[in-house]
């Protein structure tokens, strides 16, 4: 069973990627964070980036604004177990039609890496376009689909996640 909880050390969240601000220019700041946890592991720390005040969180997966989902691991994760759980978590949360799904898995595993401690992978959500993907150091893709947008940040935002508590403190709102 996923548990979240706060991850309250801002000095932890490093500066998103130049890559990312150059493609997407503006003043990001932190809106919430958490620690993602399933079972006894610590699998990554998450930051919800922003810019300006307009983040809708009562309907955070159909923001009018753009915004990051940053996640800095703390263990390795393989690419497949990434894909894997995000197609699962996209179905259970959105059902979308099977065809869509199916393609939208294949377009992670093109673009995801596998992951280890220290490693960075930032989404970020574009209302009406889709996700760009960046690690650390560079882009990594993009996706240009506005229902796989809505459908992905689902996975950490929608009011269903299986991790309620790191939804909470990623929209700052009291868990």
């Not at 909880?5 to 990627?17: E, G, M, R, V, Y």
């Not at 990001?28 to 592991?41: C, E, N």
């Not at 009562?58 to 923001?63: H, L, T």
């Not at 179905?91 to 199916?102: G, M, T, V, W």
Request: charged share 20%; glycine share 8%; with cysteine.
């Amino acid at each position: 069973m996923p548990v979240s909880a706060t991850f309250d050390d801002a000095s932890k969240i490093a500066a998103l990627p130049e890559a990312l601000e150059a493609q997407f220019p503006g003043h990001w700041q932190v809106h919430g964070q958490g620690l993602f946890t399933w079972s006894v592991f610590r699998v990554y720390r998450a930051a919800l980036h922003v810019q300006g005040d307009g983040f809708d969180t009562a309907a955070p997966c159909a923001s009018a604004e753009p915004f990051a989902l940053d996640l800095n691991y703390l263990r390795n994760v393989s690419a497949d177990q990434i894909v894997q759980t995000s197609v699962q978590e996209m179905r259970r949360l959105r059902e979308p039609d099977e065809a869509a799904l199916a393609l939208w898995g294949e377009q992670l595993q093109a673009i995801l890496p596998d992951v280890g401690l220290g490693d960075r992978l930032v989404g970020v959500f574009v209302p009406g376009k889709g996700v760009s993907f960046f690690g650390r150091e560079a882009a990594l893709g993009q996706i240009d689909d506005p229902a796989f947008a809505e459908a992905f940040a689902a996975v950490w935002l929608d009011a269903q996640t299986r991790a309620p508590a790191l939804r909470a403190n990623l929209l700052g709102l009291s868990a």
